[in-house]
């Protein structure tokens, strides 16, 4: 590091150090297909997720979305992004999930879709975060302990 020698040089330090602290600039993230690719994560669940420019179908691991997510909860659960940034039928989406039970894949579904939206159009990082779509939900079950029935479940007491 460069020793300053007066009050100019310090303010082109400054300058410098600031301009470097700027917020990251977004750009698109595509690949060879002109489709966009994230992955997301809840509890147990991985899904991974491409987007693309279509009339609005979903396909989760070779199936339509009403036969994979019967419930109509999850269903929305996966729609969520797309209903806030308004693009509910733009994208072609194809999922591929594994791991954990339903509720844990859609909503693995719902980051990485999420994730991929802000890969394909970054302008919508801004709303998605807001909503907390972008943020990994981290809560995963507590691991069983020795000497408990459960992880914090103990055996009952008995006196005698």
Same mark, same amino acid.
């Given at each position: 590091?460069?020793?300053?020698?007066?009050?100019?040089?310090?303010?082109? =330090?400054?300058?410098?150090?600031?301009?470097?602290?700027?917020? *990251? /600039?977004?750009?698109?993230?595509l690949d060879a297909q002109g489709r966009a690719y994230a992955t997301?994560?809840?509890?147990? =669940?991985?899904?991974? /997720?491409? &987007?693309? *420019?279509?009339?609005?179908?979903?396909? &989760?691991?070779?199936?339509?979305?009403?036969?994979?997510?019967? !419930?109509?909860?999850? #269903?929305? &659960?996966? #729609?969520?992004?797309? $209903?806030? =940034?308004?693009?509910?039928?733009?994208?072609?989406?194809?999922?591929? @999930? =594994?791991?954990?039970?339903?509720s844990g894949q859609a909503g693995a579904v719902r980051h990485g879709?999420?994730?991929?939206?802000?890969?394909?159009?970054? $302008?919508?990082?801004?709303?998605?975060? !807001?909503?907390?779509?972008?943020?990994?939900?981290? !809560?995963? @079950?507590? !691991?069983?302990?020795?000497?408990?029935?459960?992880?914090? #479940?103990?055996?009952?007491?008995?006196?005698?």
């Amino acid at each position: 590091m460069a020793t300053l020698q007066s009050l100019a040089d310090l303010n082109r =330090a400054n300058t410098q150090t600031s301009s470097e602290n700027e917020a *990251p /600039v977004h750009v698109q993230k595509l690949d060879a297909q002109g489709r966009a690719y994230a992955t997301g994560k809840r509890k147990d =669940a991985v899904a991974r /997720v491409w &987007i693309k *420019p279509g009339n609005g179908t979903v396909v &989760i691991n070779n199936r339509p979305i009403e036969t994979y997510f019967a !419930r109509p909860v999850l #269903r929305m &659960i996966l #729609r969520q992004p797309l $209903e806030i =940034a308004g693009r509910v039928d733009q994208y072609d989406i194809t999922v591929t @999930v =594994a791991g954990g039970g339903l509720s844990g894949q859609a909503g693995a579904v719902r980051h990485g879709l999420s994730k991929a939206l802000t890969y394909y159009e970054p $302008e919508l990082r801004g709303p998605l975060k !807001r909503e907390g779509f972008l943020t990994r939900d981290s !809560r995963t @079950v507590e !691991r069983k302990k020795y000497g408990r029935k459960k992880a914090r #479940r103990s055996f009952q007491f008995s006196k005698r």
